[in-house]
Nanobody, 113 residues
Framework: VQLVESGGGLVQPGGSLRLSCVAS????????MDWYRQAPGKQRELVAT???????NYADSVKGRFTISRDNAKNTVYLQMNSLKPEDTAVYYC????????WGQGTQVTVSS
């Protein structure tokens, strides 16, 4: 099983990024998918969730700015991040959960001028 994130980078405050996570080795459509993030010195926190029936949920800190979506034909989950703030700086991880659970390796997002 592999979860491979991409799309991170350096962006100025107010900018946008779209993260992708491609899954292999699982029946992707059966899994609930989450995006987590971990900033230096802080605990990993849940950012957004999309269930296997396409229900979504967001942390209060990102509501209205981030959008999670999935494409089951491409085994991919996305996180569209708009109006980025310096406090969004973190390593972002995707997480697949069903009976079994899997983490990706993470992608760095840095929001700085």
């Amino acid at each position: 099983v592999q979860l491979v994130e991409s799309g991170g980078g350096l962006v100025q405050p107010g900018g946008s990024l779209r993260l992708s996570c491609v899954a292999s080795g699982i029946i992707f459509s059966a899994y609930h998918m989450d995006w987590y993030r971990q900033a230096p010195g802080k605990q990993r926190e849940l950012v957004a969730t999309i269930t296997n029936s396409d229900s979504t949920n967001y942390a209060d800190s990102v509501k209205g700015r981030f959008t999670i979506s999935r494409d089951n034909a491409k085994n991919t989950v996305y996180l569209q991040m708009n109006s980025l703030k310096p406090e969004d700086t973190a390593v972002y991880y995707c997480y697949a959960r069903n009976v079994r659970r899997y983490w990706g390796q993470g992608t760095q997002v840095t929001v700085s001028s």
